[in-house]
């Protein structure tokens, strides 16, 4: 059985979606890429790479993150002016937003039924259709 290095996936992924795999890109692309769907802020992902022993910039974390995006890696999911996360999920879904502690939660794309959307101005396509259900607690 022939082992693979540590950072092949990572690699391989930034490579079909044409990024050059710099040293930044490789060591966040590897946090974020390496345990499964998870949502992230920059702030957080930023505070994870300095506990790995990354040596970046919240600047950079920022700027991999909208390239990734950019490139179809990530998906940005704006909860409000203020939040905005990026999920490893790329498929078709949707989220929950838990108010109290500031978690997202994936819904299946199949689990929400838009009954209908206007018509898209002339010369444009919907893309695509993202649902935020806000949770709170009970009182």
């Known amino acids: 059985m022939t082992q693979e290095r540590p950072y092949a996936q990572t690699l391989a992924r ?5 990024l050059r795999p710099t040293r930044q890109r490789l060591a966040l692309g ?3 890429f390496d345990g499964g769907d998870r949502h992230v802020t920059a702030e957080a ?21 909208h390239q ?4 179809g890696l990530l998906r940005e999911v704006v ?16 989220h929950f937003f838990f108010e109290n502690d500031g978690a997202l939660m994936d819904i299946a794309g199949d689990d929400v039924v838009i009954g209908s959307l206007p018509p898209a101005p002339e010369g444009m396509d919907v893309a695509r259709v993202d649902v ?8």
Do not use: C, M, W
């Not at 930034?14 to 044409?18: S, V, W």
């Not at 990734?68 to 490139?71: D, R, V």
């Not at 935020?132 to 009182?139: C, E, F, M, N, S």
């Open 14 to 18: 930034l490579r079909e979606a044409g």
């Open 30 to 32: 590897r946090l974020l």
């Open 45 to 65: 992902l930023h505070d994870e790479a300095q506990r790995a022993g990354v040596s970046v910039s919240l600047a950079t974390v920022y700027n991999t993150l």
């Open 68 to 71: 990734f995006t950019g490139a």
């Open 79 to 94: 909860v409000d002016s203020s939040r905005t996360y990026f999920d490893t999920n790329i498929d078709n879904h949707h």
């Open 132 to 139: 935020i259900v806000r949770l709170q607690g009970r009182k």
